[in-house]
Nanobody, 123 residues
Framework: QVPLVESGGGLVQAGGSLRLSCAGS????????MGWFRQAPGKERQFVAA????????TLADSVKGRFTISRDNAKNTLFLQMNSLKPEDTAVYYC????????????????WGRGTQVTVSS
C-alpha cells in the first residue's frame, strides 16, 4: 500500500493558478513514478502529467503543456502540480497516483491512488 493524500484544490477564476500537493508514505514514495490524472463529470479519467521516481524526467498531456508543471520532493514525500493560466475546461477532480512504470499515460499502470481534490475554474 502507498497511501496518497491530495490537497490544494479549490475554486479559482480563469487565468488564475493553483498548486496541488500529494503526500505519500515515507517508506516507498521515492521508489515510484508518480502521476496526476483528472476526471470531469461524465467523462473518463484523463492523464495530466507524470514524473520519474528521481524527478529527473517529466511527461505532460498536450492540453496542459506550457501551463502545468509536475515536480516532486522525495525528501518530503510530496508530489506537486503547479497549474497556471487555468481554463474552465480544467475543472475536474484531480488524482495523484503511483506507478512502477515511466512514462505511463494509462491509468491501468498506476497501482495506488489518492481520493482526489476538486478543482473548479470559473469563467
Amino acid at each position: 500500500q502507498v497511501p496518497l493524500v491530495e490537497s490544494g484544490g479549490g475554486l479559482v477564476q480563469a487565468g488564475g493558478s493553483l498548486r496541488l500537493s500529494c503526500a505519500g508514505s515515507e517508506r516507498t514514495f521515492s521508489a515510484y513514478a508518480m502521476g496526476w490524472f483528472r476526471q470531469a463529470p461524465g467523462k473518463e479519467r484523463q492523464f495530466v502529467a507524470a514524473i520519474r521516481p528521481s524527478g529527473a524526467g517529466t511527461t505532460l498531456a498536450d492540453s496542459v503543456k506550457g501551463r502545468f508543471t509536475i515536480s516532486r520532493d522525495n525528501a518530503k514525500n510530496t508530489l506537486f502540480l503547479q497549474m497556471n493560466s487555468l481554463k474552465p475546461e480544467d475543472t475536474a477532480v484531480y488524482y495523484c497516483a503511483a506507478s512502477g512504470y515511466y512514462p505511463s499515460r494509462s491509468s491501468n499502470e498506476y497501482a495506488y491512488w489518492g481520493r482526489g481534490t476538486q478543482v473548479t475554474v470559473s469563467s
